[in-house]
């Protein structure tokens, strides 16, 4: 069946250093993946999106790195600032008309002064 | 343009009590989904809706019923609350599944069942 995954529970990094969220996938159908922030308190927050026919993607301090032969899926955010400190969660659509999105357990990235 | 509204924020029911959870979204949203999200896992999908007139069910759908009556609404119902179901509650929306489009999520719910 569907599902998504992720390596790591939590992450810990230094302030201004670059980190890397890992989640796997097991629906080869997938063909699009969403990460999301979500702070303590709110709602899942858009940060980027990967279509299947991507190998990658970047956007300001965040770059989505898609492997559909291993079907895993990065997230990279560069020179790390206390505001990334968030649960970031991997979310995938399996495939075409396919109408959910099915989201993984979560990583928690806390960010050192 | 506010988004997904929820209300209400936060709840306590007592076992056997029955509520609705209100979700409005003001951005013309065809698809909008409930998921609701226990403590230190991810979202997990309970109903969602392609338009008005039109539900089905996620992952998780037992023991909630949904209704889709306007573009703009999509409350969830409880019948019998059930200490299981105390979780966050989120809903969200987004444009055109085919385009691929991310979800826009309300702020959320936080039941209690006691």
């Not at chain 1, 858009?46 to 993607?57: A, E, H, P, Q, V």
Request: aromatic residues 10%; charged residues 20%.
């Amino acid at each position: 069946g569907e599902s998504v995954g992720l390596h790591l529970p939590t992450l810990s990094v230094q302030e201004g250093d670059n980190s890397i969220i890992n989640c796997a996938y097991s629906n080869s159908a997938s063909d699009y993946f969403i990460w999301y922030k979500q702070e303590s308190g709110k709602g899942p927050q858009f940060i980027i999106d990967i279509r299947s026919n991507m190998d990658k993607r970047q956007g300001q301090r965040v770059t989505v790195l898609l492997n559909k032969t291993v079907k895993h899926l990065s997230l990279q955010i560069a020179a790390t600032q206390p505001g990334d400190s968030a649960v970031y969660f991997c979310a995938e659509k399996g495939g075409r008309g396919a109408q959910k999105l099915v989201f993984g357990q979560g990583t928690r990235l806390t960010i050192n002064p | 343009n506010a988004g997904v509204t929820q209300t209400p924020k936060f709840r306590i029911l007592k076992i056997g009590q029955s509520m609705t959870l209100q979700c409005t979204q003001d951005m013309n949203h065809n698809y909008m989904y409930w998921y609701r999200q226990d403590p230190g896992m991810g979202l997990k999908l309970i109903y969602y809706s392609v338009g008005a007139g039109i539900t089905d069910k996620g992952e998780v759908p037992n023991g909630y019923n949904v209704s889709r009556s306007t573009t703009e609404d999509f409350p969830l119902r409880l019948e019998l609350a059930a200490p299981s179901q105390t979780s966050v509650y989120f809903c969200a929306s987004s444009y055109r599944e085919r385009l691929n489009t991310e979800a826009f999520f309300g702020q959320g719910t936080r039941l209690t069942v006691v």
